[in-house]
């Protein structure tokens, strides 16, 4: 018995170290032709494709050929103008580029001291918000060193002030509604909301115009408002759920101890 | 007479309850100093019934379709009346039912009550313990979520690792090469209504090896002696001995209540424990979500494979140990019962189990 | 408990008699969201309707109003015929603007473009604009 044993596992081992190792299957989304020829490239034909690794653009699906168009499948036609391919935008192209998508703010941009600076080389969104390795709008683009590079601080500084706490209010309420999602509960439709009251809010600074950031500050508070207090109902019912839940929990603790007294009644019978 | 002497009366007449509640019940009588594990096998069954009941509840309103399932499953958790009640329930009392048949295997074989005559009993536990993995194994597809989709991705991806018939069977598994429309369909028929089939079949069978050879003494404290065994059956007396009912069910319902209490614990104060956020996403073919992982029972398994070079040794490792386990009242042959006079079987012991809590923990951070 | 001098038999009466009325409020714990569970989900809020005036909905232009607590929109693509949709953007969750000149809705953030009737022409939205039940009483536009 013991020597078929013996056998049989030798025999087992050397077959399964003979055989060849199946790769697990797994499928992931495949890299467009853009990615597959760049990243090999060196210095700024390479740099770009490092850059958007792990951007906002990235993370959201937003390759190579959404802004620069061309045919992300094909090498051959992958820069062809056929298929929509722009190339690297000049300065003064830089705001319709982004503004394809970013619609709302290319209006306000547009309208704003910096769109008519445009031409004679103001500011454009690259300039704050770097191309490729773009990140979530943050209150920090606005700091001196950035500002400073063309003009004074004084308005820039003030904007930020301005701003300061309805990003707070903001941010809190993005956390707070993480937290709930995170334990199952349907915010979706809050989380919609949210942003957006959050892009509302980030396009009007664009106008960099303190009167015309105030007069949209205040519906975005009161929608932020209104949000808070959906979410302060949210939490009311998980708060009740919660309290019923306890009470379940200690009756069924109750009637547990009470079985085991019951038990121990027993016990006393049975013993001789 | 009372109503209720009547009513008794009218059935007993009929069927003879009286002789079989003296019979089944009242002078059904089990041995003395029977320990608080023994109460184990009702709480696994009282689970088992548990989740049939939310099983139920929640077809109400599922839809078995990759187009459909996901949204059928928030519209239970968001709109219906206490549906994020039973939802939770039944995903909770999943991991709870594991938790107890780990601990009913266990204290069987730490008092070796697979010995005796009783290798039948062992057997269709070992087999309803792997039908209950295997439920919930197909269970966690039906959400159709980014979790069910990938974890059944990596668990079905596992027999490919057989020759010659492994791509086969996965095919077989998957209603086609990747996991898609009719892998829910097929899970959802086994989950729903095949596999609890066999499930129910099963734990009759093991409850009836159960009464017919009686239940075993525990093999501790001084007048503990050794069952001497015949060459013919023999079911196990215990005279003198303490009845099932009411004595020993009031035991069972205690801890069946604590069982109930710690599991309702999960759903109201850690409802997250079971879920990560991949749970809340809708499936996804094209997006592998970073981390995927096969639930906490399964992680030895998972790692097992990461830790042999080739995936056909951690798969036959895995097997040998199971076909081990599911045999070894065949191979432990000897009559001692006490744990204390085994210590091969101790050394054992105490190994599978760091091993399998060793081994999961690995596989929950590699 | 504290101990209790009374025979085992006592004792045990009194407590089954606690546990009884301890398995009565866990059958109702059980009970209740089981019966709210099976029972059919109520009828549409009647208040949740609301009523606009025909003549504030121009054929060709829209009519914002508040849904549910949600942005909407109401319009007459042709003469006698009433549509309203959600005006949230299926993608992030935006409020989108009908652009009277090419007879569409555009969302600012990330520009999807909604027909008329609410299904998505371009852009990032995964699908259609949620369409809300309208019904014609008279003069009055009823949505919900």
Redesign the interface.
């Known amino acids: 018995m013991m020597r078929l044993f013996v056998l049989c596992l030798g025999l ?2 050397t077959l ?2 003979v ?1 060849p ?2 790769e ?6 495949e890299e467009t032709v853009c990615i597959q020829c760049h990243a090999g490239l060196e210095g700024s034909l390479g740099a770009p494709v490092q850059a958007w690794r792990g951007s906002v653009h990235d993370r959201n699906g937003i390759s190579c050929h959404d802004c620069h168009g061309g045919d992300p499948t094909d090498f051959a036609m992958a820069m062809s103008p056929e298929r929509g391919f722009v190339g690297v935008p000049e300065h003064a192209e830089i705001p319709e580029f982004c503004g ?5 703010v290319l ?1 306000d941009y547009q309208k704003s001291a910096h769109g008519q600076a445009l031409e004679a080389g103001g500011a454009q969104c690259v300039t704050c918000h770097n191309s490729h390795a773009v990140e979530v709008a943050k209150l920090d683009l606005i700091n001196r060193d950035s500002c400073t590079r063309c003009h004074d601080y004084g308005r820039a500084e003030k904007i930020k002030e301005i701003l300061a706490d309805t990003d707070a209010r903001i941010k809190s309420l993005e956390g707070e509604l993480e937290r709930l ?4 509960t ?1 915010v979706d ?1 809050q ?6 009251l959050r ?2 809010f980030h ?1 009007a600074f664009h106008t960099v115009k303190i009167e015309r950031i105030r007069e949209q500050t205040g519906p975005v508070l009161e929608g932020l408002d ?1 949000l808070r207090e959906e979410i302060a109902a949210v939490e009311s019912d998980l708060g009740q ?2 309290f ?6 200690a ?13 121990r ?2 016990e ?3 013993k001789p | 007479m009372s109503p209720l002497k009547a009513l008794i009366d009218f059935f007993d007449v009929r069927l003879g309850v009286r002789e079989i509640y003296q019979r089944e019940l009242a002078g059904y009588l089990l041995p003395r100093r029977v320990n608080i594990w023994y109460t184990l096998g009702s709480v696994v069954l009282t689970l088992f019934i548990v989740q049939i009941l939310t099983g139920i509840l929640l077809l109400i309103y599922y839809v078995p379709d990759a187009e459909k399932a996901f949204q059928s499953v928030q519209y239970i958790t968001d709109d219906v009346a206490f549906g994020w009640l039973f939802r939770m329930l039944h995903a909770v009392g999943a991991n709870v039912i594991i938790i107890a048949l780990l601990l009913h295997m266990l204290s069987v074989l730490f008092m070796a009550a697979y010995k005796g005559r009783r290798e039948l009993t062992w057997l269709s536990g070992f087999i309803l313990f792997n039908l209950a993995l295997i439920l919930c194994l197909t269970g966690y597809l039906l959400p159709w979520s980014q979790l069910s989709f990938w974890a059944t991705t990596v668990a079905t991806d596992v027999p490919g690792a057989i020759p010659v018939v492994g791509d086969l069977l996965v095919e077989f598994l998957r209603g086609g090469e990747t996991v898609n429309n009719l892998t829910l369909g097929r899970f959802f028929a086994l989950h729903v209504v095949g596999l609890p089939l066999v499930l129910l079949a099963l734990i009759g069978f093991h409850l009836f090896c159960v009464k017919r050879r009686g239940i075993s003494t525990p093999p501790f404290g001084e007048e503990y002696q050794q069952e001497e065994l015949l060459p013919f059956f023999e079911h196990e007396e215990h005279p003198g001995g303490t009845p099932f009912f009411p004595n020993y069910v009031v035991k069972d319902a205690a801890v069946i209540c604590f069982f109930l209490a710690f599991m309702l614990a999960i759903v109201f104060y850690a409802p997250g424990l079971f879920f990560p956020p991949s749970a809340f996403e809708p499936a996804d073919p094209f997006v592998t979500p970073p981390g995927i992982k096969p639930e906490w029972y399964f992680l030895w398994a998972y790692q097992t494979l990461k830790i042999f070079p080739s995936e056909i040794i951690g798969l036959g490792v895995q097997i040998i140990f199971m076909t081990f386990l599911a045999l070894l009242p065949f191979i432990d042959r000897g009559a001692e019962r006490r744990p204390a006079k085994r210590p091969i079987f101790l050394t054992c012991f105490v190994l599978g189990i760091l091993l399998f809590v060793g081994i999961s923990i690995w596989g929950h951070y590699s | 408990m504290e101990q209790d001098l009374m025979a085992p038999k006592q004792r045990r009466k009194f407590l089954q008699i606690l546990a009884g009325g301890v398995g009565v409020l866990l059958a109702a714990a059980a009970g209740w969201p089981l019966l709210r569970f099976l029972a059919p989900p109520g009828g549409g809020d009647a208040s949740d309707q609301v009523t606009i005036n025909r003549g504030e909905v121009a054929p060709g232009s829209v009519h914002m109003f508040q849904y549910r607590g949600r942005p909407a929109v109401v319009l007459q693509p042709s003469p006698g015929e009433f549509v309203a949709l959600s005006a949230v953007c299926t993608h992030l969750g935006c409020i989108v603007q009908w652009q009277e000149e090419e007879d569409l809705f555009l969302c600012p953030c990330h520009a999807g473009r909604f027909a008329a009737d609410g299904t998505v022409i371009s852009g990032p939205p995964p699908e259609a604009l949620e369409t809300l039940p309208v019904t014609l009483e008279g003069d009055q536009i009823l949505v919900g």
């Open positions: 087992f081992t399964t170290c055989l190792v199946p697990a299957a797994a499928q992931q989304a394809k998508c970013h619609v709302g209006e999602s995170e334990l199952g349907n439709e989380q919609g909301q949210l942003f957006s892009n509302r396009r209104k759920r919660k019923w839940g306890s009470v379940a929990i009756l069924l603790v109750v009637a547990g101890i009470l079985f085991f007294l019951i038990r009644t027993y006393e019978e049975e």
